[in-house]
């Protein structure tokens, strides 16, 4: 029986496999059978180790190379057909070039190994939002994390029928093997071979070299936000670096929200927040990724593609997220964490210390030896449906309608705890000026302000001066339908260099502020730079904050704000006369409004 009656997949399969010439082919059924057999099969290989199931049901935890631990923003290329239309803050080559280059890369690159072949839906089967990718890919680990991360298998070949649309995307580690050579617990290529490659007027994916996170696991970053994003440009809708939750008020009325943070904001938790203040709750709907097309109501209905949790494991914590904890008490894959004495895993800014363990390199480890236990993009890798508070709906095919954007940075001056926009296209302008401060560990004292427009700079599929007019279109189409835009900046610090805002929980009523915003229940005072929370207006009861501090933490610098109007234009000048004339528009307005 062939495993389906799509020609055009049954070609590309067979013609991938003449190229990388695996041992074997097998085609994922996404069934727990599977995910259990392969498993198993790593943890036998010596890849993998079982947690022990008293603490962690039906986990393991996986050390990667310690030379493959995280994207390759420098490896990563867009090879659309001009260099023009992947714009200045994407790598492009030449796809006819690149395409040669890695077509010798793949030759024989499977050898020894199973070439599994994928069917994924991004987004619940049959809904209008969705779409089908197929990953070819030499990596179990690769496969049993997609059956997390999206849903899998035979359900996808039946909804893809026999000529139905589909994105390829082809993934090998990169490391054939001889005959009778052993394989090492996590096979990748030097970083010079690696290649996270798309080609988006193809809709086509060729990734290289890498076996971790966002370079392998294609559905998620190369599909769902590089390739979506040029896809969503053609076709009239939005797929963004965004998380999804919904809000409900003490009166039962619901508000969906959409936001999106640059890396180290605090996105996850935010998306799973507790809040502070009593009677609101919040349900999760996606923690990275939202898809949004136009309903027949005329709404914005969004969706997560995904179906599980991708999470920066360091720092997440029953303090900082206990959703998240929660979340991953089983059936969860670990990356580069600290494996403890008792077979569980741990890492940095988790509640309990740790003294004794084996590090993320596979040495022997207490804190005392002064090295980091876990990798700082340690990761988990967790189903959605086991976070306690999951929406009911965040399956519903027809997507939640978006009452509210949210653009933000991690900022220690400047910018104001909340602004809202004046209107869509002032809205678009903070979006596309969003910046954020490096943290510690990253930071470079000539660039500790990078700014990130819409957290897309990695991920956008195209010319960035385009995805700008894209969201200007977009706000046309919905009219007085479209979602209110506002600004947060959780991090401003006094001048002493305290924080000012207490953050995770007590988000909670920033988020309130925007709502009663929306049902025109609270009111605002207008700055240069957007629409500020009247005194009194945001709800501080039972929060230790003294008038000072909420004063500063909602201060307008005009002088700051000149000078940053400076740097935002330089930033801008890269776009050239792609930079939408609404854009500058409201760049001559601001200045205005600080003269
Ligand atoms: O480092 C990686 O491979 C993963 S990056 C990632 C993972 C989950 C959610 N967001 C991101 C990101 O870089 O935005
Ligand atoms: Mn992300």
């Given at each position: 029986m062939p495993h389906t009656k799509h020609a055009k997949l049954s070609a590309w399969v067979d013609e991938v496999a003449a190229l990388c010439k695996p041992d074997q082919v097998h085609w994922c059924d996404g069934s727990e059978n599977e995910y259990s057999r392969l498993t198993e099969e790593m943890i036998a290989s010596g890849s993998a180790t079982r947690l022990n199931p008293a603490k962690r049901p039906n986990s393991v935890h996986f050390r990667s190379h310690p030379s493959d631990v995280a994207r390759v923003e420098d490896r990563t290329y867009i090879a659309s057909l001009t260099r023009d239309a992947a714009g200045p803050t994407n790598n492009w080559v030449d796809p006819v070039e690149?395409?040669?280059?890695?077509?010798?890369?793949?030759?024989?690159?499977?050898?020894?190994?199973?070439?599994?072949?994928?069917?994924?839906?991004?987004?619940?089967?049959?809904?209008?939002?969705?779409?089908?990718?197929?990953?070819?890919t030499d990596s179990p680990y690769v496969v049993t994390n997609m059956h997390i991360m999206t849903r899998v298998g035979k359900k996808v070949l039946a909804a893809l029928g026999k000529d139905g649309e589909f994105i390829p995307c082809l993934h090998s580690v990169g490391a054939p093997l001889q005959p009778g050579e052993k394989d090492v617990a996590w096979p990748c290529a030097p970083i010079e071979k690696k290649y996270i490659s798309h080609f988006p007027e193809e809709n086509l994916i060729w990734s290289y070299g890498s076996g971790y996170g966002g370079n392998a696991l294609l559905g998620k970053k190369c599909l769902a936000l590089r390739i979506a994003s040029a896809m969503a440009k053609r076709e009239g809708w939005m797929a963004e670096h965004m998380l999804i939750l919904r809000l409900t008020s003490p009166e039962g009325r619901r508000f969906h929200i959409a936001a999106a943070f640059p890396s180290a904001c605090g996105k996850t938790n935010l998306a799973m927040l507790q809040p502070t203040i009593p009677g609101w709750k919040?349900?999760?709907?996606?923690?990275?990724?939202?898809?949004?097309?136009?309903?027949?109501?005329?709404?914005?209905?969004?969706?997560?593609?995904?179906?599980?949790?991708?999470?920066?494991?360091?720092?997440?914590?029953?303090?900082?997220?206990?959703?998240?904890?929660?979340?991953?008490?089983?059936?969860?894959?670990?990356?580069?964490?600290?494996?403890?004495?008792?077979?569980?895993?741990?890492?940095?800014?988790?509640?309990?210390?740790?003294?004794?363990?084996?590090?993320?390199?596979?040495?022997?480890?207490?804190?005392?030896?002064?090295?980091?236990?876990?990798?700082?993009?340690?990761?988990?890798?967790?189903?959605?449906?086991?976070?306690?508070?999951?929406?009911?709906?965040?399956?519903?095919?027809?997507?939640?309608?978006?009452?509210?954007?949210?653009?933000?940075?991690?900022?220690?001056?400047?910018?104001?705890?909340?602004?809202?926009?004046?209107?869509?296209?002032?809205?678009?302008?903070?979006?596309?000026?969003?910046?954020?401060?490096?943290?510690?560990?990253?930071?470079?004292?000539?660039?500790?302000?990078?700014?990130?427009?819409?957290?897309?700079?990695?991920?956008?599929?195209?010319?960035?001066?385009?995805?700008?007019?894209?969201?200007?279109?977009?706000?046309?189409?919905?009219?007085?339908?479209?979602?209110?835009?506002?600004?947060?900046?959780?991090?401003?610090?006094?001048?002493?260099?305290?924080?000012?805002?207490?953050?995770?929980?007590?988000?909670?009523?920033?988020?309130?502020?925007?709502?009663?915003?929306?049902?025109?229940?609270?009111?605002?005072?207008?700055?240069?730079?957007?629409?500020?929370?009247?005194?009194?207006?945001?709800?501080?009861?039972?929060?230790?904050?003294?008038?000072?501090?909420?004063?500063?933490?909602?201060?307008?610098?005009?002088?700051?704000?000149?000078?940053?109007?400076?740097?935002?234009?330089?930033?801008?000048?890269?776009?050239?006369?792609?930079?939408?004339?609404?854009?500058?528009?409201?760049?001559?307005?601001?200045?205005?409004?600080?003269?």
């Open positions: 690149l395409k040669k280059t890695m077509r010798g890369l793949y030759d024989g690159c499977m050898r020894g190994r199973t070439m599994y072949v994928i069917p994924f839906s991004m987004g619940p089967i049959g809904s209008p939002i969705s779409k089908i990718g197929i990953e070819i919040v349900e999760c709907i996606g923690d990275d990724i939202a898809w949004m097309k136009i309903g027949p109501d005329g709404r914005l209905r969004a969706i997560n593609p995904e179906a599980g949790f991708f999470g920066v494991a360091p720092g997440t914590s029953f303090r900082s997220n206990p959703m998240a904890m929660e979340s991953i008490r089983r059936n969860s894959i670990f990356t580069n964490c600290v494996l403890t004495d008792e077979g569980d895993i741990w890492w940095e800014g988790m509640d309990d210390p740790c003294n004794h363990g084996i590090d993320w390199k596979g040495k022997e480890w207490t804190p005392a030896g002064g090295q980091k236990g876990a990798h700082p993009n340690a990761r988990f890798t967790a189903p959605a449906r086991q976070c306690p508070i999951i929406c009911p709906d965040w399956e519903d095919p027809a997507g939640v309608p978006i009452d509210i954007f949210i653009f933000g940075g991690r900022r220690s001056a400047v910018v104001p705890l909340v602004t809202q926009s004046f209107n869509w296209d002032h809205g678009v302008y903070l979006g596309a000026t969003a910046a954020s401060e490096a943290t510690a560990a990253a930071l470079d004292v000539k660039h500790a302000l990078r700014r990130d427009p819409f957290a897309m700079l990695p991920f956008c599929g195209y010319h960035m001066g385009d995805y700008w007019a894209h969201w200007f279109e977009m706000g046309d189409k919905l009219g007085d339908k479209a979602p209110k835009i506002f600004y947060v900046n959780w991090f401003r610090k006094s001048p002493e260099g305290k924080w000012l805002w207490p953050g995770f929980g007590d988000n909670a009523r920033v988020l309130k502020w925007m709502c009663e915003r929306v049902a025109g229940k609270a009111a605002a005072q207008e700055s240069p730079i957007g629409m500020l929370p009247s005194k009194d207006a945001l709800d501080l009861k039972g929060l230790k904050i003294g008038d000072a501090e909420v004063t500063e933490l909602l201060r307008v610098d005009k002088a700051a704000w000149k000078a940053e109007l400076a740097d935002i234009e330089q930033f801008m000048s890269q776009f050239g006369d792609r930079v939408p004339a609404r854009m500058r528009a409201q760049l001559e307005q601001m200045r205005h409004r600080l003269s």
